[in-house]
């Protein structure tokens, strides 16, 4: 009696090992698969971010070369009244007025967000700057881009004032001449160039954020590879 017990003790135990063996493997394989998925992940939303630095460089330029022109625009009708004449000498006046708005890539981390692995990882240094760039710098970025359009395109007024539109359409000399000196387009010039300036200052904040975030993400990435 004694030995068939203690037989079925054993043989419990046995299975109870089993068992036990057998959930710390699928456990284990299932946080090997959350890793590999991770790291998946992770080298989507570099390869975004990267193609994203390149882009808001590309926007910086073109931002300030046009804050360059409204600027130089100001200085020029603070000291002497423009002409006709002068337009082809005055950059403002030879190009188009726009600027280059930045809405960065985000559906490599909202896919990973959404299966939720960065929650799985969330004390993690890389994931918790990551959160910051694309929910709170992208979201902020956007509005700015969206307030800037608004206030340059909301009517046909944008026309007249930038004149590139508008100088193949001189009917009227005077008229025109009265407009581009007007302080009507002084004040617009100027609240341009404020606007300018502070979406050239955004984008630089948001794109130190970036260079943060991809410096982070590599370094993950070599750590997993390695």
């Known amino acids: 009696m004694k030995n068939i017990l203690a037989r079925g003790g054993?043989?419990?135990?046995?299975?109870?090992?089993?068992?036990?063996?057998?959930?710390w493997v699928d456990e284990s394989r299932q946080e090997k698969d959350k890793g590999k998925q991770l790291q998946s992940d992770i080298i989507a939303i570099h390869n975004?971010?990267?193609?994203?630095?390149?882009?808001?460089?590309?926007?910086?330029?073109?931002?300030?070369?046009?804050?360059?022109?409204?600027i130089n625009l100001l200085s020029i009708m603070e000291k002497t009244k423009i002409n006709q004449d002068a337009l082809d000498t005055i950059p403002f006046f030879n190009r188009g007025i726009e600027t280059r708005s930045y809405f960065g890539k985000k559906s490599a981390y909202l896919s990973a967000k959404s299966g939720g692995n960065l929650n799985r990882f969330s004390s993690n240094q890389?994931?918790?700057?990551?959160?910051?760039?694309?929910?709170?710098?992208?979201?902020?970025?956007?509005?700015v881009n969206v307030a800037i359009d608004d206030?340059?395109?909301?009517?046909?007024?944008?026309?007249?004032?930038?004149?590139?539109?508008?100088?193949?359409?001189?009917?009227?000399?005077?008229?025109?001449?009265?407009?581009?000196?007007?302080?009507?387009?002084?004040?617009?010039?100027?609240?341009?160039?404020?606007?300018?300036?502070?979406?050239?200052d955004i984008m630089k904040v948001t794109k130190s954020k970036m260079l943060l975030v991809e410096s982070l993400l590599i370094e993950m990435i070599d750590k997993n590879i390695k």
């Open 10 to 23: 054993i043989e419990f135990i046995a299975v109870l090992l089993g068992i036990t063996g057998s959930l």
């Open 151 to 200: 206030f340059l395109y909301r009517d046909s007024k944008y026309r007249w004032y930038a004149g590139y539109e508008s100088r193949g359409f001189i009917y009227n000399k005077d008229d025109f001449e009265k407009k581009i000196n007007s302080s009507e387009f002084y004040n617009w010039a100027s609240a341009t160039s404020s606007l300018l300036e502070s979406l050239i």
């Open 48 to 70: 975004e971010l990267l193609s994203d630095i390149v882009m808001i460089d590309s926007n910086l330029i073109y931002n300030q070369k046009m804050y360059n022109d409204v």
């Open 126 to 143: 890389a994931i918790q700057e990551m959160s910051k760039l694309y929910d709170n710098a992208y979201a902020r970025m956007e509005m």
